[in-house]
């Protein structure tokens, strides 16, 4: 069998980079989204570090929350690769604010980059997936999209939206080898975590019960399996991997 074709949105970020790696290493030719508001120079750099550290992936720009840069991106892709196969949405920002000051500009960015940017990315690969009678939809939501979070109605909001896509698309596309999945990822560390104040990671961190943030590789390797041909049976559905946080 030829190699499949992975597309990591946000795929040089925190759990984006732990993503391709798992990808990677399980046989995918990867491709690893970015934006970095137009940086290439800092995008590249990252490549050449991942390349150094032994993993191959080619790197593709756009603005996931924007259509048309979207379709720029996965034109791109296609051309260089055929369809893909597989497509991590994992893009993502926060722009946290009690709701009473959260602005229209907090709320659209983050329903934009969260939520508006699963439609811009898989509307455009879905027909390849189907056409090739394989394919895996793979959405990164949140703890916080299951349970709602003081300060995040707008990322909850956006983050529980997901899941209701990815059920809805799920039923569509399930015949025809194509299964479509939520991970609901816990704390883990990075820079999206790391901007918390302090004071308030270490009272969230205390509620979770393995006693500590989960860290980028737990989430990549769920991927990994939702990815594989053994995954073809689980579609729909939410994994949450949270370290007991939120239980349900
Ligand atoms: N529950 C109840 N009350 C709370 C609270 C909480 N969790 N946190 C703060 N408050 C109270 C304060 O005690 C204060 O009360 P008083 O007015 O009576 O003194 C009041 O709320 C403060 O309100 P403000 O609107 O002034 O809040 P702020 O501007 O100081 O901070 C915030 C708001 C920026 C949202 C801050 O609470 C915060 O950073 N919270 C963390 C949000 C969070 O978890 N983000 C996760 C980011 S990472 C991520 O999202 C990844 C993922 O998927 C897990
Ligand atoms: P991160 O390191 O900040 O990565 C976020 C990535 O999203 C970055 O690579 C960023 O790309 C990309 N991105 C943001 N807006 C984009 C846009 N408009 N177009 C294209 N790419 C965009 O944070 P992370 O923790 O790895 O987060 C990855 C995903 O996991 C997010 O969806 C997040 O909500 C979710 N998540 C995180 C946690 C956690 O605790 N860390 C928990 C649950 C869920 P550039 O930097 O190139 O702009």
Redesign the pocket.
């Known amino acids: 069998m030829s190699k499949r074709t992975a597309l990591v949105?946000?795929?040089?970020?925190?759990?984006?980079t732990a993503i391709c790696r798992e990808l990677f290493t399980e046989g995918f030719t990867v491709v690893a989204?970015?934006?970095?508001?137009g940086n290439h120079d800092?995008?590249r750099a990252w490549q050449e570090d991942q390349r150094a550290a032994g993993y191959e992936f080619d790197i593709a720009y756009?603005?996931?929350?924007?259509s048309e840069s979207s379709r720029q991106c996965i034109d791109g892709v296609v051309e260089t690769h055929g369809n893909v196969h597989c497509l991590v949405n994992?893009?993502?920002?926060?722009r946290d604010s009690t709701f009473r000051k959260m602005t229209l500009e907090q709320w659209d960015q983050v329903l934009?980059?969260?939520l508006r940017?699963v439609f811009n990315m898989t509307r455009l690969v879905i027909d390849g997936m189907l056409e090739e009678r394989w394919g895996r939809v793979i959405n990164?939501?949140?703890?916080?999209g299951q349970k709602g979070q003081f300060g995040q109605a707008n990322?909850a909001a956006a983050?529980a939206g997901m899941h209701g896509f990815t059920k809805s698309l799920a039923q569509e596309v399930a015949s025809k080898g194509v299964t479509v999945n939520t991970i609901?990822?816990?704390?883990?560390?990075?820079?999206?975590?790391a901007a918390i104040g302090d004071e308030i990671l270490e009272k969230i961190a205390s509620t979770i019960p393995v006693g500590r943030?989960?860290n980028?590789d737990e989430?990549a390797h769920s991927v990994a399996f939702l990815a594989s041909d053994r995954a073809a049976f689980v579609t729909g559905s939410n994994l949450a991997i949270n370290g007991g946080q939120h239980m349900f």
Not at 9 to 16: E, L, R, S, V
Not at 90 to 94: D, E, F, H, R
Request: hydrophobic letters at 30%; glycine letters at 22%.
């Open positions: 949105t946000g795929g040089t970020g925190g759990i984006g989204g970015y934006n970095s508001g800092k995008a756009g603005d996931v929350s924007d994992n893009a993502g920002i926060t934009n980059a969260n940017s990164i939501s949140s703890v916080n990322y983050k609901s990822p816990g704390y883990i560390m990075t820079a999206m975590v943030l989960g980028p989430v």
